[in-house]
């Protein structure tokens, strides 16, 4: 089964920088498409970011321009380079893949953006 491992969470003051990872297992990994998710208390999950195999990149209106998905195939690992980050974007992050599949929801990893 495949296996998502978020990780690079943590607590940052608004306008910092934080570089989220994404251990993914299985083989096909560099052709599907991929995205980071993110869900507040209370809260409905979105999309944050999605990247399709071939590199294009779509990003949700609220954090476009700050946020940027990439992937590194030969580490089966998807980040999320987040900056300008704003008490708003405070929620956990998972990805999963691009459209989201339910049996895969990982742990995903805490970001608190506060001062």
């Known amino acids: 089964q495949v296996q998502f491992v978020e990780s690079g969470g943590g607590l940052v003051q608004p306008g910092g920088s934080l570089r989220l990872s994404c251990a993914a297992s299985?083989?096909?990994?560099?052709?599907?498409?991929m995205g980071w998710y993110r869900q507040a208390p209370g809260k409905q999950r979105e999309l944050v970011a999605r990247i399709i195999g071939g590199g294009i990149t779509n990003y949700g209106d609220s954090v476009k321009d700050r946020f940027a998905i990439s992937r590194d195939n030969a580490k089966n690992t998807v980040y999320l380079q987040m900056n300008g980050l704003k008490p708003e974007d405070t929620a956990r992050y998972y990805c999963?893949?691009?459209?989201?599949?339910?049996?895969?929801w990982g742990q995903g990893t805490q970001v608190t953006v506060s001062s």
């Open positions: 999963n893949f691009d459209p989201y599949r339910d049996d895969y």
């Open positions: 299985g083989s096909m990994f560099r052709l599907v498409g």
